[in-house]
């Protein structure tokens, strides 16, 4: 790693993550020896995984382009696995799935050869039309139809709305001056991220009335409104130091980031609520959770990348 | 040597990556030789899920029984089976070779080696647990202070089935039971094991289908 290509605003960045998260620990430990009564078993958990998260998002932006995509590709394809581990799925099928876990490592080499025309469409074209194909020539009528949709509705949100972000490193770096190469990713994952964490401490201090009650019975009105407006405060303050965007461009990506990251977070609820697992994590303890960690970004990431891409790319 | 660096360089990856092992009772998988391994047999996988159960330190002492028809069969894959996965060969039809088929599982035994038998003899049906075959009891009356801890996996019938060659990547839960004692009569131990092995299974299947459907 040469410190010289990591952008001063991107060092500022993680430090300020670094301290975050150091504040964060500091203070569960606090509330550990301050209140032993109480049980704060789950807070420190989340607070060590978020430490382990922060150090797999550094590998991946920080060093050069081949380490960021084999450790986003990695990603993608735990929260494939994930996904189709708690989807049924038809035995016949097994070749087939077989194929859709290689359009991961493909999709990543476009990403990697920064080739967007492919990026764009191999999946939604290319693989969304061989996989019905390979499923015919098996030859299983039964299930044919909930078969395809739900594995390429996997495909769609765990792998193509995934590569987006890592398509962003490879962007020109010289368009955006002041977060260089890793800036957007940067920028799109803290957002994300704190408008998850928003949207729960608004919820919590102010929420009464639900905003999706069938759905997700946690999430209000006022965790959502309340998390919008704070992710854009966030995101018009921080993009002149990571992003191209201006301050009313900022604005924008604040209020889509807010949105899209409410959608995305309902989504997987709403996916999790029809199979009838209420939390991945808990379904697979130690492995999982990935998806329950990664359900914003899979819109969040696509929808801020063509936002951005549109404006300055 | 060989089979640590085999275990470091593919089975700990292959369990991590490829599969993925939620294990349920981890805390009954012992850690030191004597022991047997009892498992229901769905894959080819299974013998690297098992063996990837094991801290790197001890993965030397353990060693899967197999049908030596199958696994001696040609030069390679003997070596291969003897060497990098460490398996201890038996015949599996008793009657023809007598009792003293068990001769190196029990040497084996005596070594204090953990040993991974499959009893249901060949790989069945995916998620099931097949009629066990009676070896294991001969092999338990040989040495009967050895506990036998009950093991059943459930999704690795998914993963790579019988008669398939490409591994498809998907969570595995594993399930580890009580360990058994020998109940002083064969029938009265195997009726034991299947029953202790049909209750795992039907854990596995209210826990896995609680969750999933």
Known sequence: MNTAYIPFNVQIAFMVIGGLLTVASLVSMYLVRAKPERDYSELRLRIKTWWIIVAVFATAVLFNRTVSVIVLGLVSFLAFKEYLSIVPTRRADHRVLFWAYLAIPIQFYWVWIAWYGLFIIFIPVFVFLFLPMRMILIGENQGFLRAIGTLQWGLMITVFGLSHAAFMLVLPAEANPAG?????????????????????????????RKIV???????????????????TALAVTLAPFLTPLTHYESLG????????????????????????????????????????????????????????????? | MLRTLFALLIVKPVALLMLGINVRGKQHLPLSGPAILVANHNSHLDTVALLSLFPLRIINKVHPVAAADYFLCNRFIKWFALNIVGIVPIERRIKEAGLHIFTPAIEALDN?????????????????????????????????DIPVIPVFFYGLGKCLPKGEVLLVPFFVDAFIGEPLKWEGNRQLFMDKLAKAMSELQSKAITVVSDEQF
């Open chain 1, 213 to 231: 009650p069938k759905v997700s019975p946690n999430k209000t009105v006022a965790g959502f409104v309340g998390g919008v407006l704070t992710t």
């Open chain 2, 112 to 144: 204090g080696s953990i040993l991974i038998i499959f009893p249901e003899g060949t790989r069945g049906e995916p998620e099931m647990m097949g009629k066990m075959k009676n070896g294991i009891g001969h092999l338990v009356s040989e040495r009967p």
């Open chain 1, 253 to 313: 990506a604040g209020i889509l980031c807010g949105l899209a990251g409410f959608v995305g977070d309902v989504t997987i609820s709403a996916l999790k609520r029809d199979i009838g697992v209420k939390d991945s994590g808990s379904l697979l303890p130690g492995h999982g959770g990935i998806l329950d960690r990664l359900d914003s970004l899979t819109y969040t990431a696509p929808l801020f990348f063509h936002y951005v891409y549109f404006l300055h790319y």
């Open chain 1, 180 to 208: 260089g190469a890793m800036g957007l990713v940067i920028y799109l994952v803290f957002l994300t991220e704190i408008n998850d964490v928003a949207q729960y401490i608004w919820g919590k201090s102010f929420g009464k």
